[in-house]
DNA sequence: GATTTGACTACTA
DNA sequence: GTAGTAGCCAAAT
C-alpha cells in the first residue's frame, strides 16, 4: 500500500540524533503502529533510516532485523545518540514527533 | 480465501 | 506496577 511508502516518507525526514516511534509514525499516517513496524521490516529494500524507529519505550526492539544486531546501536550512537542495554538514553528529549515537528 | 503473525500501542483489571 | 486484551494493516502459511 502507499501507507508504506509514506512510512519511508517520514522516516527519511527524521533529523540526524533524533528517533521516533512506531505509533507516533502511525498516528500520523492514521495507520496501525504494527503496519510501521512491518514497514519497516521492508525497509531494508528502501533507503529508509529505520535505526531512527523505535518502539514506545525507546528500546531498540528492531535491531536484531538488521545486518547485524549492533549495527543500529552503532548507527545511533554515530549521531550522537547514547545507547545503554538496547535502550536510547535522554529518549524523550531525543523523541521527534511528525505531527509535531511537521505541523509546526 | 481464511488464519496467524509481526521491528507496536493503548486501555482495562 | 504487572498482566491481559483489543485495534491497526500487510505479508506469509
Redesign the pocket.
Known amino acids: 500500500?502507499?501507507?508504506?511508502e509514506e512510512v519511508y516518507e517520514v522516516a527519511r525526514l527524521i533529523p540526524e540524533g533524533r528517533v521516533t516511534?512506531?505509533?507516533?509514525i502511525?498516528?500520523y499516517l492514521?495507520?496501525?503502529?504494527?503496519?510501521?513496524?512491518?514497514?519497516?521490516?521492508?525497509?531494508?529494500l528502501k533507503n529508509?533510516p529505520?535505526?531512527r524507529?523505535?518502539?514506545?519505550?525507546g528500546?531498540?526492539?528492531?535491531?536484531?532485523?538488521?545486518a547485524t544486531p549492533t549495527l543500529?546501536q552503532e548507527l545511533l550512537e554515530n549521531e550522537g545518540i547514547i545507547i545503554i542495554k538496547d535502550k536510547i538514553q535522554n529518549f524523550k528529549d531525543l523523541f521527534w514527533d511528525p505531527e509535531t515537528e511537521l505541523s509546526l
Open positions: 500500500m502507499q501507507n508504506f516511534s512506531y505509533g507516533a502511525a498516528k492514521g495507520t496501525g503502529a504494527r503496519l510501521v513496524g512491518w514497514a519497516m521490516n521492508a525497509s531494508h529508509v529505520a535505526h524507529v523505535v518502539n514506545h519505550a528500546v531498540l526492539t528492531g535491531k536484531n532485523h538488521f543500529m
